[in-house]
């Protein structure tokens, strides 16, 4: 009979059994054909949209305006998309901020985002319209709910209905999961490790070969994070190194983790220690030590891959360029958004309408089988049985 520690799931098999990882994971070739492949097929449906309301347009004597006019229609760039799908991330962590909304809810929100717009286009829906209904789905689903009623007054010109229309096309676009597997939580788990090794508290597991006293005596011996700076002699010198970066950690966590591909390439593991290792290096690798009892290559080439990803992470605050470049791409959009496609609201009513009636034509049928039946069990009732058909 297998003991409890035999049968024991681990951390790595549960989050292999999670939506993130069966569904949201992806190589960087994958990911870059996935996106390449979204912009392809919006880019032909915008097109044809274009070409159906310009021959309505002549049909009823109407005059196009320009973006109507022009035979080719301009369409975005995966490159365009993105800048213009990562300024609206970053909108989305201003307006959480300005909400007081916890990081949790602020991360999840963009990676909502981040996960629409791997199959759809900012060509058919815009990321100003996708934002705020993110930005509220979050608050549900992380348990930080807030009313819609004081959620739209916190946003200028959005009226409650701008907010809801796009719930729907939202949550199908994430294929109806939700679930966000974050790193801040084993950050926060490797950093109550190393400030209980440093202050000699550990205790290790019962295989392991040191003791909390020798653990804490290596972690005085490590190399400052900082070339030239002060090396750590006492336990509270190791407390303070410890939090300072875990301070640094967790800052990375909340900007560049989020607003880089990191949560579709790497695992909340990969991601919280390649911040770690960011933060201070020296302390990380120790921390690996400690983990395993040989080195291991291979998951320190991922971490680097996730470090050098992490650097590449947009600035939270875009400079002068950016924002010329982001308004040359939204001028752009105004020309090749899919005209069928603007009005969300509309489309929001006009699907509840058609779901209405289609439940009207359900209940009919289910009245009219239930009468049939009635009729049925009468007949079958009656002592001279059913009347004889002439």
Known sequence: MPSAIDTQVTEDEIYRMSTQYRLWSYTQETLTSLRATTNIRAAARVRAAIQRVREQNRDNNIQAGEQLRDDQVDCLSVEEEQKL??????????????????????????QYLKRFYLSNSPMTYHPKQMMPSALFLSTKTENNYISLKKFVAKLQKTTAEDVVAPEFLLTQGLRFTFDIRHPQRGLEGGFMELLAISTGTHQPPQESQSS??????????????VTGSRKAKTAADLKIRVQKAHAKAKDILKTSAILTDAYFLYTPSQIWLSAFMMADEPLARFYLSTKFSEPVPKLLETLQSCIKLLDSSLSVDPGEAEIKDLTRIDKKLYKCRNPEKVDLIGINKAQKRDGEAKGDATVDEKVSKKQKTESAVRDADDMFGPSIPR
């Open 85 to 110: 799908v990562g300024f609206y991330c970053i909108k989305a962590m201003q307006f959480a901020d300005f909400c007081e909304f916890p990081t949790n809810v602020k991360a999840t929100a963009v």
């Open 212 to 225: 909390s006293k020798h653990l804490q005596r290596e972690m005085l011996q490590l190399d400052p994070a």
